[in-house]
T-cell receptor, first 115, second 114 residues
Framework: AAGVIQSPRHLIKEKRETATLKCYPI?????VYWYQQGPGQDPQFLIS???????DKGSIPDRFSAQQFSDYHSELNMSSLELGDSALYFC??????????????FGEGSRLTVL | LAKTTQPISMDSYEGQEVNITCSHN???????ITWYQQFPSQGPRFIIQ???TKVTNEVASLFIPADRKSSTLSLPRVSLSDTAVYYC???????????????FGKGTKLSVIP
């Protein structure tokens, strides 16, 4: 079965650079979520989209932005990168009703390392 | 804001049944209880979900008492491959816009011993 696809899987950037992560949800899923997981930390909710509109916002820094496109894929843009942004970034998708009930499908994550 | 409390870690021998209990005293009426499993450097994986009473699937069982202030994930006959972090989540409330801000708390690190 198709899963959530994230790219790139690994990314190395210097401080103050920008980075873009991409997420391709499971076909027919209408909701996308972004999470950040630092080393030894629990996943932190960043932002979500439903039908290409921003739905919820969590602890996403102002330096980060995201959007969902007409084909439902989503991109997380991160600027002025800091060392503390080094983390695993997970994308998840769901059908609206199942997401409301908590059933999300996660990708394998994109590991960002900021040097 | 619904919060959850779980044991930080648990150890179990292979072949035993493991029960992980989660407290969620402030759970809202509309909130579901969901459990996820996460292996190192992998995305969380949905295990089971319930609202009340008992739910069972091919992987686990979920027991929820009538007051819904806690829930217990039961893993039958664990194997080494069940070593992972297990998260109990309850909703922060349906946002009304087709989304659901699922908040991860501190999970339980389960170590299965040969």
């Amino acid at each position: 079965a198709a899963g959530v696809i994230q790219s790139p899987r690994h990314l190395i950037k210097e401080k103050r650079e920008t980075a873009t992560l991409k997420c391709y949800p499971i076909p027919r899923h209408d909701t996308v979520y972004w999470y950040q997981q630092g080393p030894g930390q629990d996943p932190q909710f960043l932002i979500s989209f439903y039908e290409k509109m921003q739905s919820d916002k969590g602890s996403i820094p102002d330096r980060f932005s995201a959007q969902q496109f007409s084909d439902y894929h989503s991109e997380l843009n991160m600027s002025s990168l800091e060392l503390g942004d080094s983390a695993l970034y997970f994308c998840a998708s769901s059908l609206r009703d199942r997401g409301w009930a908590g059933e999300l499908f996660f990708g394998e994550g994109s590991r960002l390392t900021v040097l | 804001l619904a919060k959850t409390t779980q044991p930080i870690s648990m150890d179990s021998y292979e072949g035993q049944e493991v029960n992980i209990t989660c407290s969620h005293n402030n759970i809202a009426t509309n909130d579901y209880i969901t459990w996820y499993q996460q292996f190192p450097s992998q995305g969380p994986r949905f295990i089971i979900q319930g609202y009340k009473t008992k739910v069972t699937n091919e992987v686990a069982s979920l027991f929820i008492p009538a007051d819904r202030k806690s829930s217990t994930l039961s893993l039958p006959r664990v194997s080494l491959s069940d070593t992972a972090v297990y998260y109990c989540l309850v909703g922060d409330g349906y946002s009304g816009a087709g989304s659901y801000q699922l908040t991860f708390g501190k999970g339980t690190k389960l170590s299965v011993i040969p």
